[in-house]
């Protein structure tokens, strides 16, 4: 019975880790990443598509990204969607591809961003915590109905503390290895 429980936290926790993980790879840190243009849609043919799906993304240096749609057509928007995002960068068009350089960031740059990293970490720490006192909530409810014995739900409760520890330290490395990133000079 609690093992269930067990495997149901552990996916709530991952899920948490992965939306974490997701949202800190989209943040610029003056090294190219195709990852900077998960949130980006173009208009293809009336449909807001994400543009790797409707271009080929690569990652010839480490500042510049090469962006090559596969019908022509697409350039212009593909350009005018990076434009209108929020990542600041300007794009290149040479008739073929867009050449979208990364322009290294300033030290006051870098420490806004390394506080943003910050919270966002934090509120995965968050939502970790939420989801342990949801099971705790839980077994704690089992045992007063009877369901487990009151040993079985202090093994229960000790259970859900490590995973969620297991998963707070995911977090604390994701965010180190973030702010590391963004702190460091790049050449």
Wanted: glycine share 4%; net charge negative; with cysteine.
């Amino acid at each position: 019975m609690l093992e269930s429980l067990y495997k149901e936290c552990k996916a709530k926790m991952d899920k948490s880790v992965e939306v974490i993980r997701h949202e800190l790879a989209s943040i610029r840190t003056g090294r190219a990443s195709t990852a900077l243009l998960d949130g980006i849609k173009v208009d293809y043919y009336g449909n807001p598509t994400p543009l790797n799906q409707v271009a080929n993304i690569t990652v010839p240096e480490a500042r510049l990204l090469v962006i090559q749609p596969w019908e022509k057509n697409m350039l212009p928007v593909i350009e005018k969607a990076i434009l209108a995002s929020s990542l600041g960068l300007t794009p290149a068009n040479d008739g073929q591809v867009i050449r979208l350089p990364i322009p290294p960031m300033s030290d006051e740059r870098r420490k806004d961003l390394s506080r943003v990293v910050s919270k966002i970490a934090e509120d995965g720490r968050i939502s970790i915590r939420n989801v342990r006192r949801e099971f705790n909530d839980h077994i704690k409810k089992m045992e007063k109905d009877g369901d487990i014995s009151k040993d079985n739900a202090a093994d229960g409760l000790d259970e859900i503390q490590k995973i969620t520890d297991e998963h707070i330290a995911k977090i604390d490395e994701i965010f180190e290895l973030k702010e590391k990133e963004i702190l460091e000079d790049h050449i």
